[in-house]
């Protein structure tokens, strides 16, 4: 049903493309591509060679000479040369202040041992004042070369890093987000002690006497909020300018953001008033339940200040990270078979967002990771369908990563979105066998091609900061499921180049009721447009990751020239 859908969406506005092409009017336009390879990811003109744009909208497609007489004084005009343009790339779940400020703090995605973060941190402590906090992000026990000399589970103990950082809180934050680690000090301000019960929905990681490690899982990070709150935020209009600024560079033209306040959305929103915020934002109110009952209906906002921002959907998670054994599942872990993972929300607490959702006309999102977090948020959607009646939903699940089977065809029959992270499956193969097994990797982890063959709509994405926000190697990793190894994983599951680009327009657009006005180029579209290095539906399969961001045009406005670095 999304599948029909979709493609008569499509039809109706490239036939208006076409028709414009024939006989554009002689207004100028604001911006003139030619000479270009663009695919339209529109079926009835998938290709054409230029392309015109005025007051933000797409107004001329087709050939050269057939936007040629929009060309005035002050057209701006830039010859593609034959490079490959396409829709603006749609980052369909990620974290948009979270791209921010990661540029902000230690960077530990790439460190290959505990010891190498130890050695960030000393440096960070001597250019740190006594009591200064110390952040960092991305660091994952499952990519480190060895394990550290002394660890539970693959989880290092504080000492190390409590000896060179006395005087500082350090707080560092594994990759997934679903995870944290914390030095003494911190431990020390935050009350943490071997007699701190976990909370609900989260544990900190003990050694056999039952003293904390200094690690936390999944809601046992909000511990350590004493030791966060001496530290002031930065400026978050800093922060979001940041993000832009990567956003761009990387080639996206919107972005799914997965879970910002209510606070936060109004900074945007001045933003946006003032002119400095660019991109499209799609944002996931992430709030408690009494709040999202309060402010809600005042919030919601569709197409704010020429369509930059949106407010109309709501997140919570139901579990946690694969990585982090929060994921909820429904057998134990082959690793940790003491643990199934971790609920995070209780139930009650998902239908009762569901029912806010429904009463507040918001689209549901929900972070499920294990095959049983799929299965509780499926029925749940499922219940609510079926009480609400007709209705055009679109309630998604995002990460959808690791699925029962019998759940698999659920995403289609009851018309729910699966936001997936084509990146996530190639990053996390190494060691997604060890943590589920042989039998369940195979019949359901990162099932891309089972979903898509089934009639699922697949929003793709990259749970930045999780992995970086770049859309290329998560297009690479969702065409060719390669590892950093030189293996492949699970490549049964990998999508055609196509399905790839579509995953990041067109059902971007769709998963954020947008189809209409963006996701693919059309006459009356939003011309947003993302120029790239190389054509990434025709060369070698192994030359995609070189591909570079020529330009990133928002509204018809240049907003990144690689040229102009």
Not at 122 to 148: F, M, N, S, Y
Not at 443 to 461: H, P
Request: net charge negative; charged share 25%; glycine share 10%.
């Amino acid at each position: 049903m999304n599948r029909r859908f979709l493609t008569s969406v499509s039809f109706a506005l490239v036939a208006g493309s076409a028709a414009c092409a024939e006989g554009p009017t002689s207004d100028a336009a604001d911006l003139v591509l030619l000479n270009g390879n663009i695919v339209t990811v529109d079926e009835s003109l998938p290709q054409a060679q230029a392309l015109a744009a005025r007051d933000g909208r797409i107004v001329a497609l087709g050939s050269d000479a057939d936007v040629e007489g929009l060309i005035g004084d002050d057209t701006e005009v830039i010859d593609l040369d034959g490079r490959f343009a396409m829709p603006g790339f749609i980052e369909g779940h990620a974290h948009y202040m979270g791209v921010g400020q990661a540029q902000l703090q230690l960077d530990l995605m790439d460190v290959e041992s505990w010891e190498e973060i130890v050695d960030m941190v000393a440096v960070a402590v001597g250019e740190a004042e006594p009591g200064e906090l110390i952040t960092g992000r991305g660091w994952h026990q499952e990519k480190w070369a060895q394990r550290p000399e002394r660890h539970y589970g693959g989880l290092p103990h504080h000492g190390s890093l409590s000896v060179i950082s006395p005087d500082n809180p350090v707080i560092l934050t594994h990759a997934s987000g679903h995870a944290t680690f914390a030095n003494a000090n911190a431990m020390a301000l935050s009350g943490i002690t071997s007699a701190t019960p976990d909370p609900d929905g989260g544990e900190i990681v003990r050694d056999p006497d039952g003293n904390p490690i200094g690690a936390f899982r999944e809601t046992a990070s909000g511990l350590l909020g004493p030791a966060r709150a001496g530290s002031p935020d930065p400026d978050p209009r800093r922060v979001a300018l940041l993000a832009q600024e990567e956003a761009f560079s990387k080639g996206i033209t919107s972005f799914h953001d997965a879970g910002a306040g209510f606070s936060t959305v109004d900074v945007w929103k001045q933003m946006v008033d003032e002119g400095s915020l660019k991109i499209r934002i799609y944002s996931m109110i992430r709030a408690d339940t009494a709040s999202l009952r309060e402010n809600l209906a005042g919030a919601r906002v569709v197409g704010y200040g020429d369509d930059r921002l949106t407010v109309r959907a709501i997140k919570v998670s139901i579990d946690g990270a694969l990585g982090s054994h929060g994921a909820w599942l429904l057998e134990p872990y082959d690793d940790l078979p003491s643990s199934s993972g971790l609920n995070t929300a209780p139930l009650d607490v998902v239908r009762r967002t569901a029912q806010l959702a429904m009463e507040n006309d918001y689209q549901y999102n929900v972070h499920a990771i294990g095959d049983r977090g799929n299965r509780e948020t499926l029925d749940i959607f499922e219940a609510a369908y079926r009480e609400a009646g007709e209705g055009d939903l679109r309630w998604r699940i995002e990460h959808a990563q690791h699925l029962h089977p019998d759940d698999i065809p659920r995403f289609a029959e009851l018309g729910v979105i699966a936001s997936m992270q084509g990146v996530h499956a190639t990053s996390d193969g190494p060691w997604v066998e060890p943590k589920l097994g042989e039998e369940r990797t195979r019949q359901g982890a990162y099932a891309w091609r089972k979903l898509v063959d089934s009639g699922a709509v697949i929003v793709n994405g990259t749970d930045a900061p999780v992995e970086d926000v770049d859309p290329i190697p998560s297009y690479y990793a969702t065409v060719s499921r390669m590892m950093a190894t030189g293996q492949k994983f699970t490549p049964e599951q990998a999508l055609d180049r196509m399905e790839a680009l579509r995953s990041y327009t067109i059902n971007g657009a769709y998963g954020a009721f947008e189809e209409d006005i963006k996701g693919s180029l059309a006459v009356g579209k939003l011309a947003d447009v993302t120029v790239l290095s190389q054509d990434i539906l025709t060369i070698d399969e192994s030359a995609i990751p070189d591909t570079e961001v020529v330009y990133t045009i928002v509204g018809g406005e240049v907003v990144y020239s690689a040229a102009g670095r």
